[in-house]
T-cell receptor, first 113, second 114 residues
Framework: GENVEQHPSTLSVQEGDSAVIKCTYS??????FPWYKQELGKRPQLIID?????GEKKDQRIAVTLNKTAKHFSLHITETQPEDSAVYFC????????????FGTGTRLQVTL | DAGVIQSPRHEVTEMGQEVTLRCKPI?????LFWYRQTMMRGLELLIY????????DSGMPEDRFSAKMPNASFSTLKIQPSEPRDSAVYFC????????????FGQGTRLTVV
């Protein structure tokens, strides 16, 4: 089955700096890669996703890149703000949909003033 | 829409007791997922349904766990008998068009088995 590894497990950045979180996956058939943000005590919420037919996707301060050859994808957050502090999860699926998502272990991002 | 609704929000039970977690997906969504979240194992997919039919239950840890979806607006996850290692946050999520769009998560049920 699919295995998703996520690094780092914790990340501390100063407000205004950029943050990068990296994930690798094992199943070459995976074709859908969402990123979820989970604030303390809250539910996970989708922030951005990418499909295997594109290499990069942007949404304001958030971008995701995908390297299918190397089987890794990354989340980039620019101009970080305190409200970006949360746990971020990457995930992968071979169904092209939100079905059968395999999640990474999460990255706790702390944005300091 | 109120989103995915789970009940109860918190459940504390004694080892050996039966536990039933409930979920109401977003109206119109036809895919429903049950996830378990622990510090050690992160978010794990337990089972998912399409059009009320269980499609993949390979994530269900053992026979003590069972899930049903009797209609499009209700699902249950049952643990019988419960054990302390079942303590976790259980999330229900739903999506539409056979899971083409994002999975919308409920607020979760924090289960503690003592």
């Amino acid at each position: 089955g699919e295995n998703v590894e996520q690094h780092p497990s914790t990340l501390s950045v100063q407000e205004g700096d950029s943050a990068v979180i990296k994930c690798t996956y094992s199943d070459s058939a995976s074709n859908y890669f969402p990123w979820y943000k989970q604030e303390l005590g809250k539910r996970p919420q989708l922030i951005i996703d990418i499909r295997s037919n594109v290499g990069e996707k942007k949404d304001q301060r958030i971008a995701v890149t995908l390297n299918k050859t190397a089987k890794h994808f990354s989340l980039h957050i620019t101009e970080t703000q305190p409200e970006d502090s949360a746990v971020y999860f990457c995930a992968a699926s071979s169904t092209g949909t939100a079905s059968k998502l395999t999640f990474g272990t999460g990255t706790r991002l702390q944005v300091t003033l | 829409d109120a989103g995915v609704i789970q009940s109860p929000r918190h459940e504390v039970t004694e080892m050996g007791q039966e536990v039933t977690l409930r979920c109401k997906p977003i109206s119109g969504h036809n895919s429903l997922f049950w996830y378990r979240q622990t510090m050690m194992r992160g978010l794990e997919l337990l089972i998912y349904f399409n059009n009320n039919v269980p499609i993949d239950d390979s994530g269900m840890p053992e026979d003590r766990f069972s899930a049903k979806m009797p209609n499009a607006s209700f699902s249950t996850l049952k643990i019988q008998p419960s054990e302390p290692r079942d303590s976790a946050v259980y999330f229900c999520a739903s999506s539409d068009r056979v899971g083409r769009t994002e999975a919308f998560f409920g607020q979760g049920t924090r289960l503690t088995v003592v």
